[in-house]
């Protein structure tokens, strides 16, 4: 079975500073995705990135961008000129690129939670 | 477009009692899902249904049901409430291997 961790319960940075979140997992497949998502203090899960795994570059979404190292089974997100709004929780995931059975299903870490400082 | 909708938004049970949960989307996606979170687990997904007509059973199906209304409605039941159920809930939509979109939550007491 698929298991996603996040080894940083909770990180911190300043306003305007860079702050990098770890995330890695583990699979015995090839092809698959994966996402983080933002969830910020009301609760909703709102999507921040997404990968697929058979593309070597990077994906990047305007201030965020992900580190994707498929052998290492690393996928970190980095954030830049961090701002007051990106406080939230942020959850990892993966998704398996087979589909039926439980095979599409998301797959979460347990989450880093981030401040940022004024 | 209001995406994927859940009512109630908050509800207070006691042990024994029934409710359903209820959510829609408007972005005529295949696949619905129920999750859990509880603090420091992460979500854990309930129950799950691929496609119109079809349900399966997620990590913690325990003490749930669930029905595939239709393609827009995927409601979840508890039958009997208990203390362990106090969680927040969330309703997700999506196209198949694509990214999933969550609805608001719907945070849920039994004492």
């Known amino acids: 079975a698929q298991t996603v961790t996040q080894s940083q319960p909770e990180m911190s940075v300043q306003e305007a500073e860079t702050v990098t979140l770890s995330c890695t997992y583990d699979t015995s497949e090839s092809d698959y995705y994966l996402f983080w998502y933002k969830q910020p203090p009301s609760r909703q899960m709102i999507l921040v990135i997404r990968q697929e795994a058979y593309k070597q570059q990077n994906a990047t979404e305007n201030r965020f961008s992900v580190n994707f190292q498929k052998a290492a089974k690393s996928f970190s997100l980095k954030i830049s000129d961090s701002q007051l709004g990106d406080a939230a929780m942020y959850f990892c995931a993966y998704r398996s690129a087979r589909y039926g059975g439980s095979q599409g299903n998301l797959i979460f870490g347990k989450g880093t939670k981030l401040s940022v400082k004024p | 477009n209001a995406g994927v909708t859940q009512t109630p938004k908050f509800q207070v049970l006691k042990t024994g009692q029934s409710m359903t949960l209820q959510c829609a989307q408007d972005?005529?996606?295949?696949?619905m899902y129920w999750y859990r979170q509880d603090p420091g687990m992460g979500l854990r997904l309930i129950y799950y249904?691929?496609?119109?007509?079809?349900?399966d059973k997620g990590e913690v199906p325990n003490g749930y049901n669930v029905s595939r209304l239709n393609k827009r409605e995927f409601s979840l039941r508890l039958e009997s409430a208990a203390p362990s159920q106090t969680s927040v809930y969330f309703c997700a939509s999506s196209v198949q291997l694509y990214e999933q979109y969550f609805g608001p939550g719907t945070r849920l007491t039994v004492t």
């Open positions: 972005m005529n996606h295949n696949s």
């Open positions: 249904s691929a496609s119109e007509g079809t349900t």
